[in-house]
């Protein structure tokens, strides 16, 4: 046994990097030379995407990009009330019961509510005039007459 402590280390072998290119990279400065792939694997062929020339045409004038515009137009504003159709079919709307039970609680609200307006309304005016009223009993507040306009 040699005095050098083995590691588990250094049994690994890369699957990347064989020994005889482990030699040529310590000839070489190491530079990454772009994407590794195993040794040994296919190289992928590259595929370039076919590049689509639009060829304009010469007879594209305003109206009939106007048109094509209009027809669009009409045809998004079609899918728009589609797609209105769609989800109002999938509303689950309230059975009869369900909506005049509904009706009589909005209408049960609204009568208190007008109740309450007219008992806050009405109080609050009483106040107002026992607070402002005079000791007189404010007779002689009054005009006999609003001015410009003699005998109202």
Known sequence: ??????TPDDNI??????????A??????????GKRRRKGAPERPVVEAPVETK?????????????RAIKAFFIRFGHFFKSVWDQMS?????????????????????????AL???????????????????????DMVPPGMPGMPGM
């Open 1 to 6: 046994m040699s005095d050098e402590k083995s």
């Open 13 to 22: 072998v890369d699957p990347v990097v064989s020994a005889a290119d482990a």
């Open 24 to 33: 040529d990279t310590d000839a070489q400065s190491v530079q990454p030379t």
């Open 55 to 67: 060829e304009k045409d010469t007879k594209d004038g305003f109206f009939s990009r106007a048109g």
């Open 90 to 114: 999938k509303v689950v709307w309230p059975t009869k019961k369900q909506m005049l039970m509904s009706v009589l609680a909005v209408f049960i609200f609204l009568v208190i509510t007008v």
């Open 117 to 139: 307006v007219f008992g806050v309304d009405t109080g609050a005016g009483e106040l107002v005039r026992v607070i402002f009223q005079n000791p007189n009993g404010g007779a």
